[in-house]
């Protein structure tokens, strides 16, 4: 095989191995947010309780935040999670309560919250175009795998690769620093104009997931989900090919 093809079918196999990554990405999502992203494990694991009752009499711009109780801040997050999830619809009626009395005490979210919010919904929107697009770039290759017209690369060679890949990037994610490297992305993401960095005197919904430090946590998770979830989509895929080549029958050669 001369230089030429061979860049050519490491470049479809990189296509390949990276839709598959992103589906596998995609699904976790999907999967984690089901759930809430282990909010209510991870708020007794960041002890979000002493985090409320410390910063919510600090805020300038809503009371008596420390008045709920953790079963409230698990709704109010809940919520959050579900109108990301739904155009941003929602957010702007969040009202948390008083965990002795049941009362409303205020609307959870001010204008700038709502706003950066709303381009969280818009890059999960995205997200789901990318997840599509890759699933159709994915069962594509699998399908061409199977006609024989791209050589399948092996699955030993795509978990080694995909391996090399994730631990290049999470060590360069521990030498810039995983909170520069959270920051660069939202500067990156959002609009200029756009608020996305509050502090917690400023922001109940910051203090309710105790940012950056519960990203982290969710990050963690949806690696732990995305790999496996890879893993057994290639594997699956590879075998699959593998079957049915097997089951063709042989082409007689010409003459």
Known sequence: ?????????????????????????????????????????????????????????????????ELTNQAERERLFSEIVTAIHNDGKGLDSLVYHD?????????????????????????????????????????????????????????????????????VCTILVLIIGPVKVFYAFHDWIFPANHQWFFYYQESLMTILMKAPYLFGYIAILLLALTLPLFTVAQLTAYKWVLGYNASQPAQAEPN
Not at 33 to 62: K, M
Not at 123 to 147: E, P, Q, R, S
Request: hydrophobic letters at 50%; glycine letters at 2%.
């Open 99 to 167: 965990a002795n009395t049941g009362e409303s005490i205020a609307t959870l979210l001010h204008r700038a919250e709502i706003i950066h919010l709303t381009d969280v919904a818009i890059l999960i929107n995205v997200l789901y175009w990318v997840a599509l697009i890759a699933a159709i770039l994915w069962v594509t290759f699998v399908c061409l795998f199977a006609k024989q017209t791209f050589h399948i690369p092996t699955f030993k060679q795509q978990i080694t690769a995909t391996l090399i890949l994730v631990t």
């Open 1 to 65: 095989m001369n230089h030429a093809k061979r860049t050519l079918q490491y470049l479809q196999w990189a296509i390949y191995s990276l839709s598959g990554l992103v589906c596998a990405f995609f699904l976790s999502w999907v999967i984690l947010a089901s759930v809430d992203f282990a909010y209510p494990v991870l708020h007794e694991l960041l002890d979000i309780t002493e985090h409320t009752e410390r910063f919510g009499p600090q805020n300038r711009y809503r009371d008596d935040f």
